[in-house]
């Protein structure tokens, strides 16, 4: 890791990952590198042992009792397109969130041109949403509630444990977008009343780009049309594609060598242990907007509430477009940001920084206070550059 470097862009895919995912990817890579499901031999069998486990700790770390209910996909986005235009159909309603990434609203768009009634339920300045205004929405019609556990612009965390007991009342399928909170805040997704839970490796799973997956609850499987079809290694005597979990949503030769590094990522946080990652990132985030509120040159977005958010925080300088702050920060201070709407302009349309955008430092478990202080002299200078110029 360059030591010059401040890395506040987790929320986009975390850096550095655990040495033990780098070390265990690059061993697949060089030692085993068969591939699984689709010979006999030991490499074979080796690099499926390997994704086995990979799909039962997963299955631990989120609650799921058959880690069969698993289906590995390359990323969120893919899994929540096969959650999505897999599962509603014309003359469904689906209810969502205006805090939503492009990852649900995109394809939800492009279902509501085939026929799909939308409802997005608006959420706070904050981001914040009032679960009551989710069961409001719930029609006769509606098929799916589909919302993100946590924004990526403001971090704020959706009240999904009470809304999961609004959709199991109604007999409505709950899809959750987990890329930004699965590895960070604790997902159970029984008690949670989560029937699809969308997830990607590469963030706080600590896992490699190229990774993710989609949870589906048992029974929901048959009513989900698969995006692909192709080999799967299993039942290879039939033309017609396997109709049971996973297969039935892995065709082709998955990413193993990313598999194993996601094991070993989510083996680090078991170890670790989940509560105790979310204890540390809720006390930098504590520390930080603290350190904000103290510029009255900075507007800072969000509930600005630790316990309510994970560590991201959008914010924006007085006369400073957030491109030209976040160049500044890399060349001036080595501090790795994100500027701009960050795939979800439905999102800055609700906290009211559409279109400008805002700056986003999201942080991880390997951030500290010291580099949050560096930030802070960044923000102090910047600002008080433009001030006099």
Known sequence: ?????????????????????????????????????????RLSIEAGRIILEAREKLASLFGISDPFRIAFTKNATEALNIAISGFLSSGEHCVTTSMEHNSVMRPLRAMEKKGIELTVVPCSSGGELNPLDIKKAIKKNTRMVICSHASNVTGTIMPVEEIGRFTRECGVVFCVDAAQTAGAVSIDVEEMGIDLLAFTGHKSLFGLQGTGGLYIRKGLETEITPL??????????????????????????????????????????????????????????????????????????????????????????????????????????????????????????????????????????????????????????????????
């Open 1 to 41: 890791m360059n030591k010059n470097i401040v890395y506040f862009d987790n929320a986009a895919t975390s850096w550095p990952k655990p040495q033990v995912v780098y070390l265990t990817a690059d061993r697949y890579s060089r030692s085993i590198g068969g591939s699984p499901g689709r010979s006999g031999h």
């Open 228 to 389: 692909l079809r192709g080999g799967t290694g299993s039942r290879s005597e039939f033309e017609e594609h396997p109709d049971f979990m996973p297969d039935r949503f892995e065709s082709g030769t998955p990413n193993t060598p990313g598999l194993a590094g996601l094991e070993a990522g989510v083996s680090f946080i078991m170890e670790k242990g989940i509560n105790r990652i979310r204890k540390k990132e809720i006390e930098l985030t504590r520390y930080f907007i603290e350190k904000l509120r103290a510029f009255t040159f900075v507007e800072i977005y969000g509930l600005q509430e630790a316990e309510k958010q994970i560590p991201v925080f959008s914010f924006n300088i007085k006369g400073v477009s957030p491109s030209e702050a976040a160049l500044f920060f890399d060349e001036e201070y080595g501090i790795m940001s994100r500027p701009g709407l960050h795939c979800a302009p439905a999102a800055h349309r609700t906290i009211g920084a559409f279109p400008r955008g805002t700056i986003r430092f999201s942080l991880g478990y390997f951030n500290d206070t010291a580099e949050l202080d560096r930030a802070c002299a960044a923000i102090s200078d910047l600002a008080g550059r433009r001030r006099v110029s």
